[in-house]
């Protein structure tokens, strides 16, 4: 027998999670639509904080544990906010033996961060990504959304620079 | 649909396309994405949006990556050229030699070994048909094989074409797939499932990423078959989030196919049923492995347990499930289309049919191959590939990623199968293939590999956890020159407990890279014992040199 519980409010009065509870009412509030539903969180909001877990815990019947659970055991989650602008590495293979590190190391002489890490202003975050499947031109990075190829240290940080001063 | 109706469908696909003269082909791919492909289709585009002869087209990889943005064109009745490095300002020089001679300057040798010496099956549509047009597809033969399936075949014979041909997993392992499928086809009726696996995560492998961005449909046929063949109705795909080029064009191809009766319910009219629906990943190496990725399909933490039973016997929900690799699927419109024995034809006695690799570090020709089993290394390496670049010199191969190890010169004349290689302390793994030059030091390299293992380890069982963590440590201590003859014993031994004692294949290979660079360029190892000298002042390097490897020997034995 399943007892019916009351709908769970949202955490705020935010439109987002309409489209978050559009989400989970497509899978009938499901337990299996756990990671589609945190995608879905993560994509609106940009990171999950306690409130949503608990948001989406209540939603769709789980625990809170199983939820943090999840959404610590995958890298592509983030319990923290992340910055205006993101650059992700590739950190793969190929881009390895063609100098991804000398990337890394440029990141960190520049803005004092390493992979995982956002500065402190918010302004850019530094991913780190197992392989982006470019390795044709390695070493590669994503600039906000944009692959680049065949990079050098320099061509890097001036494009970082760019969408940083684009955008303020 | 009948088999008629779908032939009657093609030739009218094939007749409307007819009209242009010059079909301009684009490669969008996200090789040549990133090397600006979009910006030149789209000056393409505008520059011959008046012309009714001319049709430009975006489609999936071609292959050599190292040379994108490639462009294609093909004018009737003459042989097609290939542009490479293509950019905006050369739009107008390509449009206007249309007609007449090709552009020279921009000319990329079709000749070359790279595209000659391929044999392509999984990858015959990809960078021909744009891949987000389901019509395209039909036209190119495709959704042949399911409609002749569905309405003229029985499961069985199904079956018995996939036993025929001899194809085995694409993923790695190389499990039968004809037996794989009759174990699930046997297990008795109640819901199945049928689960592809497009979980690419060895860094240095896109294989299956261009399959899912330059020809969605055949995927989606092959699994469509795979349900008729062993009694599912429903299907997933995994794919990594980090993907989202292949997820949009699946997305779309599923929607299509479903449109034109190919998924769906009630199958070209028979009372067979299937729909396909799309999981994404959310970044973890570990979804890779069977186990773990029906996990996380049910929303759960990826964590392998332990087999048996197999998914076959118990898998999602605790149903019987056939999973398979993207390319595995890729194979299958082909095999049903032309016949088991048309495949069986094709590569070595055991490794039957063709291989797909992604060609990457320090070689020319980066970029995507479709190769016959049994080629050999040196071919693939040196022919296709075209060697490493001016002023580097060849030292290994490395294949099978984290999985896998590096091979040397030695072993170049090996006939690529996935017997020969796992002998040779390597293994074919799912496809990636990087090339190594002297800069690399194969110390850093397996240290490279084992920090990725650890981070990816998903904690369940301690050999794995443990294990890998503490290889990692030695490795770093040896790489940077403070290690002991002790140190390179320990590893060893460590090695073959974690390699024994995992739980799934992530544990069980993590030691490979380890092991097969120990094997081949031992001297590397050693070497970095003797740079350390000891702080309290032990025997200068010279006089140790000699002793390491066979005091090792005696320590692990």
Redesign the interface.
Known sequence: MTLQLAKPAPPDDDKRWKMVEVTMRRSGY???????T??RVQGLFGYLDEPAMNFVAESLGLPLS?VY??AT?????SLKPQGKHTCVIC????C???GARELVDGLRQKYGIELGQTTPDLELSAVG??????????P?AVVDG????NLTVDQLLARIEKVIHDAT | MQLEELSELAAEIQESQQHCDHCVRVCMA??C???GAKVVFDALSEKTAESEHVCVKGVGCMGL??A?PLVEVTSRGQAPVMYQQVTEADAQEVVDSLGGAPVERLRCPSDMPFFTSQHKIVLENSGVIDPEQIKEYIAADGYRALVHAVTEMTPAEVLREVDVSGLRGRGGGGYPAGLKWSTVSKMPGGDKFVVCNGD???????MD?AVLESDPHRVIEGMVLAGYAVGAAHGFIYVR???PLAVERLTKAIRDATKQGFLGQNICETRFSFDIEI???????VCGEETALMA????????PRPRPPYPAQSGLWGYSTLINNVETFANIPPIIRRGGAWFASIGTEKSKGTKVF?L???IRN???IEVPMGITLRDIVFTIGGGVPEGSQFKAV?TG?PSGGCLPEEFLDLPVDYDTLRQAGSIMGSG?M?V?DQT?SMVDVAR??ME?CMD?S?GKCVPCRAGTHQMHALLDKIAQGHGSVKDLALLEELCEVVRAMSLCGLGQTAPNPVLSTLQHFRMEYVAKLQEHALPDGGPPASERSATPPAESQETTS
């Open positions: 499901a337990s299996h639509a756990l990671i589609e945190l995608h199983k659970g999840v055991f995958y890298h592509l989650f950190t793969g293979t190929a390895y033996i063609k990504a197992r392989c982006i499947g470019a390795c044709g031109l390695a590669a944009e692959v680049l190829g | 996200a090789g994405q990133s090397s990556c190292a994108g690419e995560g060895d860094p240095g492998a896109f990423r989030a980090e993907y999981r994404l990943g959310a970044g973890a190496f996380s399909i049910e929303g759960r933490r990826g964590q992604a990457a570090g320090r980066t970029g995507l490395q990623g990636g990087i190594m690399s490279y590999f990725f990816e998903c």
